[in-house]
């Protein structure tokens, strides 16, 4: 986060009388360490990691994986939950033309919940085209090694990574499940789809599954007191 965001923070907590600290760490992920957070022993921690762990660097990169390296940092901390949301794509293969297709597969369907939902000559629908996914497929398909950044994987390889890492996944809490369906299906466009699978709750449109979301612990049998 940035000093505005902090700033955003600070005064939407204002309007509720909630006491808030903010504090802005540039480091990158993979270096933090757990006394870099200054955490307090009555702190309730909680971690919120959303479409963001698909820009750390991955087995291909290094065996040691700064994903699977953060993973570990977030356990050591502790957090009474890690909320951990995924951008649901297979297009983080080392093999160009893998990559190419399964890339093509998934930007078909966001350009197409575009093309539904917001009109051509939508200067924010412009910039997001330009400025966001422009980038993105380029860096996915131009760069390789650790210039390529963008490596979504499948929230099934996530769930394994979490289990491995020393995590146990809570279950998805069914009147906020209920409460996100009926919101999609009320105000939402009718080809977006809202799911469960193996306590994940997802986001898809017209049958693929674009992102997902899901919450964690610590595995207490695991700790190795770390």
């Known amino acids: 986060m940035n000093v505005d965001a902090g700033q955003r923070l600070a005064e939407y907590a204002n309007m509720f009388n909630i006491p808030f600290e903010y504090q802005g760490i540039s480091s990158k992920w993979e270096t933090l360490r757990v006394e870099d957070f200054n955490i307090q022993k009555d702190d309730v921690l909680i971690v919120n990691c959303i479409n963001r762990m698909k820009n750390l660097g991955d087995e291909t990169v290094s065996a040691n994986s700064a994903r699977n390296r953060v993973l570990n940092t977030i356990r050591m901390m502790k957090p009474t939950v890690f ?3 995924v951008l649901n794509g297979s297009y983080s293969s080392p093999f160009f033309l893998t990559r190419f297709k399964e890339v093509m597969y998934h930007y078909t369907a966001m350009f197409d919940v575009l093309d539904k939902t917001v009109p051509p000559d939508n200067e924010e629908r412009m910039t ?37 890492a020393g995590f146990e996944q809570l279950p998805l809490n069914p009147e906020i499940v209920k409460r996100t369906k009926d919101m999609v299906k009320q105000e939402y466009h009718k080809d977006y789809v809202v799911n469960e699978d193996d306590q994940w709750l997802l986001l898809g449109w017209k049958g693929r599954i674009l992102y997902a979301i899901s919450t964690w612990k610590p595995n207490e049998s695991n700790d190795d007191g770390d």
């Open 128 to 164: 997001i085209e330009r400025e966001f996914y422009l980038s993105i497929l380029i860096n996915v398909l131009a760069c390789e090694g650790s210039e390529r950044i963008e490596r979504p994987e499948s929230y099934k390889k996530w769930k394994s990574r979490n289990l491995n």
């Open 83 to 85: 909320v951990l949301g």
